[in-house]
């Protein structure tokens, strides 16, 4: 945190990107009585003297304040830094929403959250710095020191180097495995049912009823969706696994369908989005490895594809019959990217005598 704090104070240039609207810090309480913040628009030079002044106004309350959503294609980067150190500083989480976008110096924003937390289709994109819109040797030196800043928040290098690598006119966006990487949770919850995640994580107690009727409402939906699946009906399936895990947003098996859904309607992003959080939330789950293998194979990377479709027979209840199933898609040639990773799988596997 101190070298958080040294770095971020150290850097008082002011590189800025030329985007829509100022912002608006506005505070909001979801249905259930949970607090947080929305930002919504380009950061401007005064919004971390108004974040800590709802911040303070909070407090002085005796208000809890949750978190932060993220809606901000960047704007001033001094300014981004000082709303990350708040943010790091009060312990706030931050989320990105379906079909909302946190890019350039917001991202500061976005990595300096306690918990990070996106929906899928949230898009969360990254460049390096511009001086008036120019790739400037002083541009460049930013670059370098915005990284090292961000590597202090557990950014990994590997986005590190896409920030570096990425010119000030373009963007990357990050990909559910680059977000994953950082630590980011992905929930299928629309933004007014924070209060499920609050209550997963042990942060609210709400009401037992209403949780428990959630979840057995939740439970009938994933059957619902697992008949719609086996009748092959994958629209169908969708609707109900998707207000399943609304309803209930941290059960293994509903995740785990909804992903497999995702990935039979061709939503391989999306889908790996959901099967990597079904996996945070039950470590070793075979079919939520499975899964992950067989998206990952339509995303065309065939070697991580095989690692995880390797721990999927390991973890199987039947290796032999998850063996048999490898060798089926290895020989079926209906899905080439599937083939591949199967026989590749099933090659790793001989060599290591399992």
Known sequence: MKNFLRIALLIASVFTAAHASAST??????????????LDGKIEQNDPLLLMTVLDSSKS?????????????????DAGLQLALIIRQNHLSTFV??????????????????????????????????????????????????????ATLNVPDSILGKIV????QNMYYLTPQDLASMGVQFVPTPANQIQNILAEAGLSKP???????????????????????????????????????TLYPFDAEILGNLG????????HEAALGTLLTALKVQPGRAMTLQNIGLVYAELGNIELAAQYLVSYVKAFKDPGLAVGGLRKWATDGTQSMRTQAAALALDVLRTSNL
């Open 61 to 77: 309350k005796n208000v809890k304040v949750w978190g932060i959503l993220l809606n901000s294609a960047g704007g001033s980067v």
């Open 260 to 267: 497999y859904a995702q990935y039979l309607k061709g939503l």
């Open 25 to 38: 810090l506005t505070p909001s309480l979801d249905p259930k009585g949970v607090t947080y913040i929305k």
């Open 207 to 245: 009401e037992a009823h209403n949780t428990q009727q959630d979840r057995l409402r939740a439970r009938a939906l994933n059957k619902a969706g697992l008949d719609s699946l086996r009748k092959v009906r994958v629209d169908e399936a969708l609707g109900s696994l998707s207000e399943a895990a």
């Open 97 to 150: 929403t379906t079909n909302n976008t946190c890019t350039s110096a917001c991202f500061y924003l976005f990595a300096a959250g306690e918990k990070r937390w996106a929906e899928n289709g949230a898009k969360v994109g990254v460049h390096s710095a511009a001086e008036n819109g120019l790739e400037t040797d002083k541009a460049t030196a930013a670059t370098i020191r915005f990284s090292r800043m961000l």
């Open 165 to 168: 690598r990425t010119p000030p």
